[in-house]
């Protein structure tokens, strides 16, 4: 049984602070949210973390893609779809998967050991568009949901070639809520899984009951879900064990929607259920979803304990 994050992790800005970070900020080039990746990726590490992320410390999670994808525009923190959705105009995460994953490698003396790694994290084309108004050129969203799952596989590939990550993550927390055409949004993971030279993850938020059966039919070598936040999903998902036998699950067991630490005793009943329904080499630890709101010794915490209950059950 490994772990994993679901992403997002407390950052803040920094300002330059030496003669180098000045200098570059003076022509434009110092990053202001380097150290946040770095600190991100190091409390990850601390608290455990086997698979981690980079934080996702630059923004929402639309804007940040749809900020250098043509067709969309962003304003007032609002997204838009004005022309036709074509391939983005740069790598979008590369750099910082990058850098978080020296980091990782710093923290291990040079080389990140085996079972140990980082994920690729997509904002899925589905919960793009849904989260998105349509000004011009598309009559329906199923249409623009397809181009935009064309452009997302060009991010996806130069993830899996660039960083070789352990597996990349689709986030598409709308496939839980009955507004999302479930074939279409099929039919746009397919795009990115496509030909993929790393496993493909897709985590959804929310109750799942609904929508379970559905999202057994994705083809994604990973399903994540949110067992700590709800008392609907672990039924649902005891209920339909039979359904995800070729899948490993993500199994959310720390409350991601409070910002107080979750009961160990809690974290551990939740595991132990997780383990009787689809066994414990099937289960990858996370939070319900990201931790971004919480403050960072709260989010420390949380991944702490998921973790002790990991190295519980590992080492039982």
């Not at 800005?13 to 991100?40: C, H, M, R, V």
């Not at 923004?59 to 959705?85: A, H, Q, W």
């Amino acid at each position: 049984m490994k772990s994993t994050v679901v992403g997002s992790f407390p950052s803040r800005e920094s300002s330059p602070s030496n003669f180098k970070d000045k200098l570059l900020n003076t022509f434009g080039s110092y990053d202001p949210f380097k150290q946040a990746i770095k600190d991100s990726v190091t409390s990850q590490l601390d608290a455990g973390v086997d698979i981690i992320s980079d934080g996702q410390v630059r923004g929402d999670m639309v804007s940040i893609f749809t900020e250098y994808i043509p067709g969309m525009k962003i304003e007032e923190g609002n997204t838009f779809i004005v022309g036709k959705i074509r391939n983005p105009t740069q790598e979008i995460s590369i750099k910082d998967l990058q850098y978080a994953k020296k980091v990782m490698a710093d923290y291990y003396g040079g080389k990140i050991p085996e079972g140990k790694g980082i994920k690729g994290i997509i904002t899925g084309p589905n919960t793009i568009v849904h989260s998105s108004r349509i000004t011009s050129f598309y009559k329906n969203k199923e249409d623009a949901i397809i181009d935009l799952a064309h452009s997302l596989k060009v991010e996806a590939d130069a993830i899996a070639k660039k960083v070789k990550p352990s597996y990349i993550q689709i986030d598409e927390p709308f496939l839980s809520t009955g507004m999302v055409d479930m074939k279409t949004a099929r039919e746009a993971i397919g795009i990115i899984k496509d030909g993929l030279e790393v496993p493909l993850g897709m985590h959804v938020c929310g109750i799942l009951k609904d929508a379970f059966k559905d999202l057994t039919k994705f083809d994604v070598d990973i399903l994540d879900f949110e067992f700590a936040g709800n008392n609907v999903n672990l039924g649902v998902l005891e209920e339909n064990a039979s359904l995800i036998s070729n899948k490993k699950i993500g199994f959310g067991c720390v409350d991601s929607s409070v910002n107080t630490v979750d009961d160990i005793e809690d974290i551990d009943n939740l595991v132990s259920k997780a383990i009787e329904i689809v066994g414990k080499d099937n289960i990858l630890l996370d939070p319900d979803c990201g931790l971004r709101r919480a403050p960072e010794d709260v989010a420390f915490e949380k991944l702490r304990l998921m973790n002790q209950i990991k190295d519980k059950y590992n080492n039982s």
